[in-house]
């Protein structure tokens, strides 16, 4: 019964995700629909500035909070209603924000641990113990995994809070600046075609260059493990020229 108390707060997240998901919500943010219905968003922004803008920090916490995929498409709309730089700052709230509450919640759920971790923070674990600081840093600068999956395995790990609020501010606005700028983008470039889509919108200079980036994020991984495959064998090269001598 205990157990169970531990975690029902994870449950409910995962319940609200699931909620949150089959109502439809993530579909009428797709680019698409918001330049069907621009003139009536704008019209509603303008009525209500205060609670368009809560409003979207609340949709985007509950919906980080719950881990569900397809937040890119919250946090491009934030760009698309808002502007590049008034998204973000919307977004990085939101972002933070369920964040934390997804940490919080699957740390109480898991306690002390478990004897059996999920195969990811297993493999994870070894590094982390090492060097918590580095780890954490770069499992939320580069997207080995999604980012509420990160959440939950930081949480599994103990990572302290102040490193875990530090590293997700740092490494998630990051990514949310380049997102927000890539629903900024689309809104310019859409609004300029009348709404119609086709690959003249990828070179867009306010699209490619986020998407850009975000590409080199993704490539990350792989140009680190090569980096250090190689550190590796050259310093096994190494010791054997010396045990040699």
């Not at 954490?136 to 080995?144: I, N, S, W």
């Amino acid at each position: 019964m205990s157990r169970l108390r531990a975690a029902l707060p994870l449950i409910l997240l995962v319940i609200a995700g699931i909620v949150l998901f089959s109502s439809g919500v993530m579909d009428r943010l797709h680019p698409e629909q918001l330049v069907q219905h621009q003139a009536q968003m704008r019209a509603n922004i303008e009525a209500a500035p205060w609670l368009s803008r809560l409003t979207f920090i609340g949709l985007l916490t509950l919906a980080m909070s719950t881990g569900i995929p397809g937040t890119v498409l919250i946090i491009m709309a934030g760009g698309f209603a808002f502007g590049a730089v008034e998204g973000s700052i919307y977004s990085s709230i939101g972002l933070i924000l369920g964040t934390l509450i997804l940490f919080l919640a699957s740390r109480y759920a898991f306690g002390a641990g478990s004897k059996h971790p999920p195969a990811l923070v297993d493999k994870l674990h070894h590094g982390f113990e090492r060097h918590p600081v580095a780890y954490t840093m770069f499992l939320r600068f580069v997207p080995v995994a999604p980012f509420g999956l990160v959440t939950v395995a930081l949480a599994w790990l103990r990572c302290p809070l102040w490193l875990f609020v530090g590293a997700s501010w740092l490494g998630g606005t990051v990514s949310t600046i380049f997102e927000t700028s890539i629903g900024a983008g689309l809104g310019e470039a859409l609004a300029q075609s009348h709404g119609r889509f086709g690959p003249g919108l990828l070179m867009q200079r306010g699209v490619w260059m986020p998407l850009t980036a975000i590409a080199v994020l993704a490539l990350l991984p792989l140009l680190v493990e090569r980096f250090t495959r190689r550190r590796h064998k050259s310093a096994l090269s190494d010791e054997s020229v010396t045990s040699r001598h």
